[in-house]
């Protein structure tokens, strides 16, 4: 069956550190990728996503993600994190090859930034 | 409407009661999730439908689970003689389609507490 693994359940981070949350899924064919972000408080909404094209693909605020197909990873980054990027996280994988069409979401990385 | 909406934003009953749970998703979307936000369990995709095609029921976890859409707009989730382990975030999301420009629009979901 599709899965989606996150790595990471929990991050702490200090402002202006660096950030990279690992995504990997099940197997492969054609996916389309996505990031999905839940600020405290808010819906989740997106983020970035790559459907095809250049594998580094950029998205709001300041994110990137780089999907490496060999590897079956779409990890998300951000080189210097402030406060305001403090959310929980989702990586999500649409697989639209052999008729598997719905979006399946990672268990979530809660991020959590310091002053 | 301006977003998707959801009703109730909270529901509480008592186990062994059955309950509906309302999505009204964006106009015009043809494509309709609804997914289960568990502490730790990030979300869990429950049904899918996506314009006139069969729904794809493959997340629904018990036959006490069910979800219609009607004329292609409102969709309801019911679940039958709810248990504890039903308690849960269950979300509603819309999109315009489910091809290259896919993007999921959240609601605010309903908290269901079976007790």
């Known amino acids: 069956a599709q899965s989606v693994s996150q790595h990471n359940h929990h991050v702490i981070l200090s402002e202006a550190a660096s950030l990279e949350l690992g995504c990997n899924y099940s197997?492969?064919?054609?996916?389309?990728l996505f990031w999905y972000v839940q600020y405290p408080g808010q819906h989740l909404q997106l983020l970035l996503k790559?459907?095809?094209?250049?594998?580094l693909v950029k998205g709001i605020k300041g994110f990137e993600a780089e999907f490496i197909k060999s590897k079956f990873s779409f990890n998300l980054r951000k080189p210097s994190v402030q406060w305001s990027d403090t959310a929980e996280y989702f990586c999500a994988v649409k697989w639209v090859s052999g008729g598997y069409n719905k979006l399946i979401f990672g268990a979530g990385t809660r991020l959590a930034v310091h002053p | 409407g301006a977003g998707v909406s959801q009703s109730p934003s909270n529901k509480v009953t008592e186990k062994g009661k059955d309950v509906e749970l309302r999505c009204d998703p964006i106009s015009g979307h043809t494509a309709l999730y609804w997914y289960r936000q568990s502490l730790g369990q990030g979300l869990e995709f429950l049904i899918y439908f996506q314009g006139n095609s069969a729904p794809d029921k493959s997340g629904l976890p018990s036959d006490r689970f069910s979800a219609e859409r009607t004329g292609g707009s409102v969709s309801t989730l019911t679940i039958q003689r709810t248990q504890q382990e039903d308690s849960a975030v269950y979300l509603c999301?819309?999109?315009?389609?489910?091809?290259?420009?896919?993007?999921?629009?959240f609601g605010s979901g309903t908290q269901l507490s079976v007790l």
């Open positions: 999301a819309s999109s315009l389609e489910g091809g290259a420009n896919e993007k999921l629009f």
């Open positions: 790559y459907f095809s094209g250049d594998p």
């Open positions: 197997y492969g064919g054609t996916v389309n």
